[in-house]
């Protein structure tokens, strides 16, 4: 326990030499030494006035952590790890770890640097056929559906396309529309390709297989007839669509860049 010195008599100041004393041990029990208790999350030892169950605590050696209402919530371990919601460390090695994820903002705040995450994101979409100048009029089977996952500028996409009938076939190149993102349009077509799992929905000439390409002059995912034979492929137009008889499938998945 530090000792002040002070006067008993009322109204005589310390003198300069009590001053001095009372100065020197208030920095070498408080300042030099610097040690308070450790604390806990519901009683940190580092509070504020009127919320002693929120501060700063030790729970335990070289570990420093944050509490909000008597539970840990942040704490910074002996090896340098950052620990989010959670006082064990997993395995990984990894400098920053939480209980729960991290999450993204709804709309994304883009980064120009090179080695920063800035988009994260997982949903769910209804796709369907397009054609450049008329759309198809198509009905669309109760597990018609798409899925994707969005890490950065790269999309990946699952898609299922059950057409059920096709009352107007439309015209122009055929297309797979509603896409959770717009693709990004330059040469390369956004670096698009995509695999087809199944189709029961276009017939094909001898030597043709179906494939689907992000394009890269519009951004549209097209469906296309590759003939190994020639080497070549070609897009399909809407009329394709008349082979479609009481119900079809398309299913494909692949990846792109976002615009």
Do not use: C, W
Not at 75 to 102: E, M, P, W
């Amino acid at each position: 326990m530090t000792t002040i010195v002070t006067r008993t008599g009322k109204g005589s100041p310390l003198t300069h030499v009590e001053v001095d004393t009372n100065f020197t041990n208030l920095n070498t029990a408080k300042l030099e030494a610097g040690a308070i208790a450790l604390g806990s999350a519901a009683a940190p030892s580092i509070s504020f006035t009127g919320d002693t169950n929120t501060g700063v605590f030790s729970p335990g050696a070289d570990t420093i952590a944050v509490s909000t209402g008597g539970t840990g919530r942040l704490f910074a371990d002996s090896s340098g790890r950052l620990l989010v919601g959670t006082s064990t460390a997993n395995t990984s090695g990894a400098k920053l770890q939480t209980v729960d994820g991290i999450t993204f903002p709804a709309t994304q705040v883009a980064s120009a640097d090179a080695n920063t995450l800035d988009d994260y994101e997982e949903g769910t979409f209804t796709p369907s056929y397009r054609a450049d100048t008329t759309d198809p009029t198509v009905g669309y089977g109760s597990i018609n559906r798409g899925k994707y996952t969005r890490i950065g500028r790269i999309v990946h996409v699952q898609i299922l396309i059950q057409s059920t009938a096709i009352s107007v076939t439309g015209s122009g190149d055929l297309s797979v529309g509603d896409l959770p993102f717009s693709p990004q349009v330059d040469s390369f077509g956004g670096y698009g390709a995509f695999s087809i799992g199944l189709n029961t929905a276009f017939n094909l000439a001898t030597g043709e297989r179906l494939g689907a390409i992000i394009d890269g002059g519009s951004g549209k995912l097209r469906i296309i007839a590759q003939n190994d034979d020639t080497a070549s492929y070609a897009t399909l137009a809407a009329g394709a669509l008349s082979s479609i008889s009481g119900g079809a499938y398309l299913l494909l998945s692949g990846s792109y860049l976002v615009a």
